[in-house]
């Protein structure tokens, strides 16, 4: 295993990595279908569950900061997304007894239902 230091920012579901001296991003990791762990105190990894030997290490400066990344990058993925949005909405139509997607024309859509899995 080679250490690297690389400055990371989170957009949505994406990571992206760069080098300490460029603006632009060397590589990007789609937080879909992967495990965040942390590992040590100041570390957490992400690895791919279908693709096991895949695994990617991170070292932050406190312990704190890396239990905020692990607890970000837990929320980053789609199907969390998804699962909030159904939890909510669900909890507004028991509030208000009205579908809150119905009004966009979506609630009928596969990926808006409780049992629907992304293919």
Known sequence: AVLKKRLVKLVVNFLFYFRTDEAEPIGALLLEHCSITKEEENVFSISFI?????????????????????????????EFLRRS??????EIQK???????????ISEEARFQLGAHRQ
Not at 85 to 90: C, D, P
Not at 97 to 105: A, H, N
């Open 50 to 78: 279908e693709e096991p030997e895949r695994k990617y290490c991170f070292e932050c400066a406190t312990e704190e900061q890396c239990q905020e990344w692990v607890e970000a990058l837990k929320r980053a993925s789609y």
């Open 85 to 90: 949005l159904i939890f909510y909405r669900n």
């Open 95 to 105: 509030m208000t007894g009205k579908d809150p997607l119905e009004q966009f024309g």
